[in-house]
């Protein structure tokens, strides 16, 4: 676990749509520069969350806190990375991935200096004036990435970026996100239906439950990395989630 | 290996223009044997698919079925697609009903194989129900109960279950295993899913990215229903994410 800094708080956070509850009462902290994965049975509302933490629908009841501030899209950094691939059309690669310190006015310089860096990082080096109709579906989802990445944000909320990837795709995938959150440290949500992934990946793991969600239960997943998906240890962690939430 | 003569004999390369898609791909299929197709992808396993059914002429060689040139409209080739393939205004047993329109079976006999594989993919008390009106899952559900409402020589299923996630994949996974336990069928999956395809093969043919060749063929030994986390399981997984490339798509432009 990364050091214990409260950034994130959710406080009896709470989202009805009509007369249908889909979040009851949600508290949970989320820690500075912490991996933290929800899983959750199909249609146990993980998208609204992720509508109500960018602030696109408002909660019925309760709050989200960073930094013990109610959050606000324009003082708080948050950045999403959706399942879909989100990157303009008529800009090049490196435009796009500057778009965000653009928005947020940074100097020019330091542009550039970010933007380089995350180039290197997710090797588009030599694509950097390319358009996105130019360059693959896989090198898309890096720009997708290496933008959310660039500025230091609050929050980074991914909603199963990779679930449209092959396997080996997203294996790939999960590994270069593992190798940028620890370069650069950041707070990070990840949503999935994937186990297997959830405990590739997060330092914590939230169980939620079926409509109307709660959180079932929390899991510490102290693996090193990289990780064994085959380790007996892995399987275990697995095994429990898959029994907490499974439906089928 | 399994023995006998087999019922399907696929030896093809195909082409579109200059685009090599195909390399020799030679394989057979056997009667009442769950054979799956896995690849990355853009490897060309629609191509593939679409050449197996009759719908597409290969650039060279031949598939056969029984020993004869594959011809839809003389064998009986179920098909299922990836992109739904519900007709909106027709409810869930109309959409089921179209297989045997097509093959002019109606009546008591029609109403009775509906019925019967409505239960099957457990859809009985929807059969009034429009495909607006039903889960993701259940639509994929009509598909499959469309293909084997028919005798059909062969079913192919190509990346049925891709957009769906990855927990209602089990549900679905294991209801076809138990609809092809009920109902004796040839079956081509198509996948680019290695869990996927360990989970329901009795034989999988794993194949390279663009061109595809045949990289390797494994017999699935494993008692069905298997579980996903046995150590034999993830050790057969585990061999074949080795024997592929990440695809160019992706690895492209990384170095």
Not at chain 1, 59 to 78: A, L, M, Q
Not at chain 2, 48 to 60: D, Q, S, T, V, W
Not at chain 2, 211 to 227: C, F, G, T, Y
Request: charged content about 25%.
């Amino acid at each position: 676990m990364s050091a214990q800094v409260e950034k994130i708080r959710f406080e009896s956070f709470t989202k009805c749509f009509g007369d249908l509850l889909v979040l009851d009462n949600i508290d949970a902290t989320v820690y500075e520069n912490e991996f933290l994965c929800i899983v959750g049975p199909t249609g146990c509302g993980k998208t609204t969350l992720a509508n109500l933490v960018c602030g696109l629908l408002p909660p019925t009841k309760g709050k989200v806190t960073v930094d013990g501030s109610e959050v606000d899209p324009r003082k708080h950094n948050i950045a999403f990375v959706f399942q879909e691939v989100a990157i303009l059309p008529w800009r090049t690669v490196k435009d796009n991935i500057r778009l965000g310190l653009e928005l947020k006015r940074f100097p020019p310089k330091e542009i550039e200096a970010r933007v380089n860096e995350m180039i290197d990082l997710l090797g588009l080096r030599g694509f950097e004036n390319s358009f996105p109709n130019q360059i693959s579906g896989g090198m898309k989802q890096r720009v997708d990435i290496a933008r959310a990445f660039c500025a230091e944000t609050d929050l980074l909320f991914m909603d199963e970026p990779f679930c449209q990837n092959d396997e080996k795709t997203r294996f790939y995938m999960l590994n270069l996100l593992i190798q940028l959150w620890e370069k650069k440290k950041r707070t990070i949500i990840f949503v999935t239906h994937n186990i297997e992934e959830a405990v590739y990946l997060a330092e914590r793991i939230i169980v939620f439950t079926q409509k109307p969600t709660k959180i079932r239960e929390e899991i510490m997943v102290n693996l090193s990395r990289p990780r064994d998906v085959s380790a007996p240890e892995f399987v275990k962690i697995r095994e429990r989630v898959t029994e907490l939430i499974k439906w089928w | 290996m399994p023995v006998g003569k087999p019922k399907i004999e696929v030896d093809v390369a195909h082409r579109y223009d200059s685009l090599m898609v195909l390399d020799h791909i030679r394989f057979d299929v056997y009667e009442n044997e769950f054979l799956c197709l896995l690849g990355p992808s853009g490897c060309g396993k629609t191509t593939m698919a679409n050449l197996i059914a009759g719908l597409l002429k290969p650039r060279a060689g031949s598939v056969k079925l029984d020993g004869e040139p594959v011809n839809p409209q003389k064998h009986n080739i179920s098909y299922v697609f990836q992109a739904r393939s519900c007709l909106p205004w027709r409810t869930v047993k109309d959409n089921v009903k179209i297989a045997l329109e097509i093959k002019g079976i109606s009546g008591p006999v029609a109403e009775e194989k509906i019925a019967n594989v409505l239960q099957i993919v457990g859809l009985k008390g929807f059969e009034n129900y429009f495909p607006n009106q039903i889960s993701g899952g259940m639509k994929q559900r009509v598909a499959i109960a469309r293909a084997f409402c028919v005798e059909s020589d062969l079913l192919i299923l190509d990346e049925p279950f891709g957009s769906l996630d990855a927990q209602t994949r089990y549900v679905m996974q294991t209801e076809v295993l138990r609809i092809c336990e009920k109902m004796k069928r040839t079956v081509i999956f198509i996948t680019n899913n290695i869990e996927e395809s360990v989970f329901l093969a009795d034989r999988l043919i794993v194949f390279s990215s663009a061109p595809a060749k045949i990289i390797k063929e494994i017999e699935v030994k494993l008692p069905k229903p298997r579980n996903v986390t046995h150590p034999e399981f993830l050790s057969i997984r585990t061999s074949i994410s080795k024997l592929t490339d990440i695809s160019q798509d992706v690895a492209g432009g990384y170095r």
